[in-house]
């Protein structure tokens, strides 16, 4: 499996913006599909997007559609988890991972670091 690293969290004001990066620990020509999930403490692991290798089919959790957006840029072998109008409830460590379609389910049950969100006033 392809080597993933989060990055892009930090502390932002409720309604505030963050965007996220995924991206290969190396290049790499081939491309996959690729899930957003994340973590609160005491909480359960939750998806929360993923996208096709291709960029053209993407879902969306209910609790983030119309706020958050998921793309990619197959050139750098990144996917980006645009997050706007934060809310608290957003806190958590967020993970990226290969997925299978539909239903974005990840391939693998080995999780990296992460990077933290935390949604704050």
């Known amino acids: 499996q392809v080597q993933l690293v989060e990055s892009g969290g930090g502390l932002v004001q409720p309604g505030g913006s963050l965007r996220l990066s995924c991206v290969a620990s190396?290049?790499?020509?081939?491309?996959?599909?690729i899930g957003w999930f994340r973590q609160a403490p005491g909480k359960e692991r939750e998806g929360v997007s993923c996208?096709?290798?291709?960029?053209?089919?993407?879902y969306y959790a209910d609790s983030v559609k119309g706020r958050f957006t998921i793309s990619r840029d197959n050139a750098k072998n990144t996917v980006y988890l645009q997050m706007n109008s934060l809310k608290p409830w957003d806190t958590a460590v967020y993970y990226c991972?290969?997925?299978?379609?539909?239903?974005?389910?990840?391939?693998?049950?080995?999780w990296g670091q992460g990077t933290q969100v935390t949604v704050s006033s």
């Open positions: 190396r290049f790499t020509s081939d491309y996959y599909a």
């Open positions: 996208i096709s290798s291709s960029g053209d089919v993407t």
């Open positions: 991972a290969t997925v299978r379609l539909p239903f974005c389910s990840p391939k693998s049950n080995y």
